[in-house]
């Protein structure tokens, strides 16, 4: 199956799913066109349909409530309900027992491509390398979340 048939078989199910608004579907293909970073954005299902092909060392990872569709837009900030400030991730839309590893590996990519399209301040050998380290780093100090304290 290829990306085109692929991304018309998504889009069948989801109009069976959800009110799909054309308009905002052809501005998404508009923008999927526009560059490799976006394309991968708006197809989280393309991703997971070629994930054991591409990734096969990958695939027995032991599996957890992953993301998903993580990409670099898709981290933030924003204020709780005690108006503290907050970062991390802000999308959970595909969330759902996978491979660890299917976040760390999206990530990079998207951080690749960003950088190459974008013109990130570190390549992508230093962006994989901060990746794994922020990970491994959370892991050991038992993934709580960052939160800052309120300012007064």
């Known amino acids: 199956m290829d990306v085109i048939e692929a991304t018309k078989?998504?889009?069948?199910?989801?109009?069976?799913?959800?009110?799909v608004v054309d308009e905002d579907l052809t501005l998404k293909h508009e923008r999927m066109a526009e560059a490799a970073f976006s394309f991968m954005r708006a197809t989280f299902y393309r991703w997971v349909q070629l994930w054991n092909e591409h990734c096969p060392d990958l695939t027995e990872a032991?599996?957890?409530?992953?993301?998903?569709?993580?990409h670099i837009d898709n981290f933030g900030t924003w204020r709780?309900?005690?108006?503290?400030?907050?970062?991390?991730?802000?999308?959970?839309?595909?969330?759902?027992?996978?491979?660890?590893?299917?976040?760390?590996v999206r990530l990079?990519?998207?951080?690749?491509?960003?950088?190459?399209?974008?013109?990130?301040a570190i390549d992508s050998t230093e962006a994989c390398a901060a990746i794994m380290s922020g990970y491994v780093e959370a892991i050991r100090d038992g993934s709580k979340p960052f939160v800052r304290r309120r300012f007064t």
């Open 9 to 19: 078989d998504y889009e069948t199910w989801l109009r069976r799913r959800i009110p």
């Open 62 to 70: 032991p599996p957890l409530l992953a993301v998903g569709d993580l």
């Open 80 to 104: 709780d309900a005690e108006g503290r400030l907050v970062w991390g991730i802000n999308d959970f839309d595909e969330a759902c027992l996978m491979p660890y590893a299917i976040d760390l």
């Open 108 to 120: 990079a990519t998207s951080a690749i491509l960003a950088g190459e399209e974008q013109g990130l």
